[in-house]
C-alpha cells in the first residue's frame, strides 16, 4: 500500500470505481484497518462520500 497519502486516495478510488465496490469490501482486501483508514483521511482533508461512494477533499 502506498504510504503517500495521494497515491493511496488514487488507488482506492480507482478500485471503489472500476470494480464497483464497498470502501469496506476495498479495504478489507487491501487490509487495512477502517477505522485507521477514516482517521488518516481526516488527518489529511479527505473524506469518504457514501452517496458518490469516492474519497473526496475536504
Not at 16 to 37: A, K, P, W, Y
Amino acid at each position: 500500500m502506498p504510504k503517500d497519502i495521494h497515491m493511496l486516495v488514487s488507488m482506492i478510488n480507482m478500485k471503489l470505481r472500476d470494480d464497483d465496490m464497498q470502501l469496506s469490501h476495498v479495504l478489507s482486501i487491501c487490509d487495512l484497518d477502517e477505522t485507521e483508514f477514516m482517521k488518516r483521511l481526516d488527518e489529511n482533508e479527505y473524506f469518504y462520500d457514501e452517496s458518490t461512494n469516492q474519497i473526496k477533499t475536504k
